[in-house]
């Protein structure tokens, strides 16, 4: 017999069941290269912090300049 914990238990695994299903997808995938300078990698996105930082930048300066 279910008590008052188990319904909790449930409707808060069923939360985030439905959260993991709608979280936003990345929007960068993986391709072998470093999507900043394009240096072949094995894992990952960047092949070091400073290329995920300046790309970081770059795309926020391609945001700015698009606003009106």
């Known amino acids: 017999m279910c008590d008052i914990a188990d319904d909790a238990s449930d409707l808060e695994m069923l939360n985030v069941e439905i959260a993991l299903a709608n979280r936003p997808k990345t929007a ?21 912090a400073g290329c995920r930082e300046d790309d970081v930048k770059r795309q926020w300066a391609l945001k700015q300049r698009c606003q009106v």
């Open 28 to 48: 960068i995938e993986f391709t072998g290269k470093c999507h900043y300078c394009e240096e072949p990698i094995s894992k990952g996105h960047y092949c070091d």
